[in-house]
């Protein structure tokens, strides 16, 4: 009796989890599969949805939706019109890779060197910067993005990406992050470097760097996925449609090239899903490791 | 090269001479290797002053005075007219109704699904893999079949159809932050459920063994076990979808654009319309009541944290 209570429950756990699993991949699924449709089917599907979306007024239109998984026929012009022939999305695809790329590189490398820091050397003044740090951490943008806009403004970055970069580099997030992975080095270890006669230096890049090196990969990741997905910086830092990323201009893409918009929906997901099927035990201990302010 | 290298080595001599000066009593000059250590954290400190401290004592001051040209003192006049000001209010609630519905959620739902991770069911990591893929899907990638669900003619309308419910257009309706809280909800669960996956397998075990022992119930062993140890995570989840729902204008610009729905017009929105319109003062003051509320929201978890979960901290 009680044997079977147990099955029972477990199977219907499975269920429930199953039938959230569906509905956690379905819109991702939705996007890869849609994006191998043609024009005119994606038309006939949702052709009502994107009209009355971008026509500003709700206009009743009677044809149904249907949504369909599995397109009618596969169609690849779609991709092909975006790779070869309209060079603007590519350009946008650049954008976002030359705003991202040195974000993530700069942050990890400035928060690398202030980690070490703040792990070396312990005193009132230390706890005080700390703090301050996890308090800007923890600031929505909507508080950030006014200084950052005044800093542009003074020095006359606006409107250029390096607004978007600088501060991006200099986020605090990855700091605390890797303070909280570095303090768990076993600080005999740096003792024992100490009394060969090694540097700061030479035990920060010997012995700190390669102690770290899964949990500078998780940070990577971390800030990749915040910054490849932005959109309020660009919008008020990058007033020049030319230089925004993807993110932004997906959403501008209209009613007539759905089919497009499918396909460079996909394009843009692709790094960051590469990343995650990679990575994905590493961010996992990345974000274990977020998991508290204290300490 | 020979001269280099004899005057590299005679340099430090000169060093071992008496001090000119001796230092007043008190006053110590740091030790080299800790000025060193301290220089690690000289670029990040640069950056962190020149992009927002800095930056943000002059955000404080320009919410004090009148305009930027003449500099008077006006004190609290740009705070009273910020909250005698219809946009920010609206703005205001909007976004403090969005994150009261979408953060409890959002921490409840992710808790759930991490209990549901621990219990014993098959396919475990597929199943962690599938929960936390949307944290890696750009939001703006989905919002195309986002629209096609809760459009007017969409999806969602036609499932409800059969219960009889008559077709609205949800984003244009009083419903509007449902659809987005779900987006939210898609995006952050799976981050929020590793957090809360962590902390369940810190709880030791054998506590849990002595609880079964006892003669505890399941939920017993949930409220004053489980719960207890999880409330450092609660509180950080807490905080953390907090920061995530004030960030959720990305989701409600890229479903709806520049004007929203009223029920969708977010803190960011204003914000925005008053970068266009460059009210350095209206700007400032909004910066610092966000910062301010900020402050005080984690301020008042953090106490409640504390009285929770004091026993269990070592």
Redesign the interface.
Known sequence: MMLKKKYFS?GA??V???I??I??????V??VT?SFMSQTELSAN?G???D??KGGA?T??A???T?KFIPDTVSFSQYATVLFKSPEYLLKFWNSVILVVPIVIGQVA??A??A???M??RGRAREI?FF??I??M??????????????ADWTGLLNTRWSII??G??A?FS?FLLTKFMRRIPSSLIEAAKLDGA???RI?TRICLPQCRSALYSIAILVF?DY??M??QP??LLSDPDKQP???Y??TINAGE?GI??AV??I??IP??L??LHG?EY??EG??H?????G | MKKLALKAISLPKVHKEKPRFTLPQGIKIPDREKLVRMAFLWPSLLGVGIFFLLPMLVVLYYSLIDNPISHNFVFLDNFIALFNNDAFKTAATNTLTFSAIAVPLAVILAMGLAILLEAKIPFKSQFRTFFLSPMMVPVASVVLIWQVLFSHTGVFNDFLSIFGVTPIDWLKSEYSQIVVVLLFLWKNLGYNMILFMAALSNIPRDLLEVADMEGASPWFKFVQVKLRFLSPTILFVTILSLINSFKVFREVYLLTGDYPYGGLYMLQHFMNNTFRSLDYQKLASAAIVMAIAMVIIIGVLFIIENKFGKDVEG
Do not use: C, H
């Open positions: 477990r756990l499975t429930i989890a199953a959230f699993a509905t956690f991949l379905l819109p991702t939705l996007t849609n949702y009502p949805v994107f009355s979306l709700t009743y239109v044809d149904k939706v949504l400035v928060a060197l202030a070490y820091s703040f070396r050397y910067l301050v740090y308090i800007l923890l600031m929505p943008y909507q508080v950030m993005l006014v200084p950052n806009y005044l800093v600088l501060p580099i200099f605090p700091v540097s700061e230096w920060f996925i490849w997905n959109v309020e919008i008020i993807l993110s932004v997906l959403s759905v918009a499918f929906a996909v843009y997901m960051s899903l990343i995650f994905e961010l996992v974000i274990t977020s998991g508290s302010v204290k």
